[in-house]
């Protein structure tokens, strides 16, 4: 299984991307849909409006973030659209998208963790 995490705004690498999931709220910023080449958009996987402004707004830690949004991950909703997520990187190359300026250390490499385990 191959889960990768790339910012959106990177050019798209058709030979390795597979399919493409934007896993933030909100669309990024100067950016247009086919310059995206995004496949989906699930929005049920993407952190809450209230957690982004907590953790942003200096709420509290990246442990603390971490483990607010894995609750998130765990309501139904969620929980199914993380599941077809984890169909779909069984069956090829699955690249999930931000537009964070560290995807690494950013709730993509959370969710890519959870996919690939």
Not at 4 to 10: A, C, I, K, L, N
Not at 13 to 30: F, H, I, Q, S
Not at 106 to 111: C, G, N, V
């Amino acid at each position: 299984m191959m889960v990768r995490v790339r910012r959106v705004y990177d050019p798209p690498e058709p030979g390795a991307d597979g399919v493409r999931v934007l896993v933030d709220r909100l669309w990024p910023r100067g950016l247009s849909k086919a310059a995206a080449a995004v496949d989906q958009w699930p929005k049920a996987v993407t952190p809450s409006g209230e957690l982004r402004t907590w953790f942003h707004g200096g709420g509290g830690s990246a442990q603390e973030f971490r483990a607010r949004y894995e609750a998130e991950l765990a309501e139904p909703e969620a929980a199914a659209e993380l599941a077809r997520l984890r169909t779909l990187a069984e069956a090829g190359p699955l690249t999930l998208l931000t537009a964070v300026k560290d995807p690494a250390a950013s709730h993509a490499a959370i969710l890519a963790g959870l996919l690939s385990g």
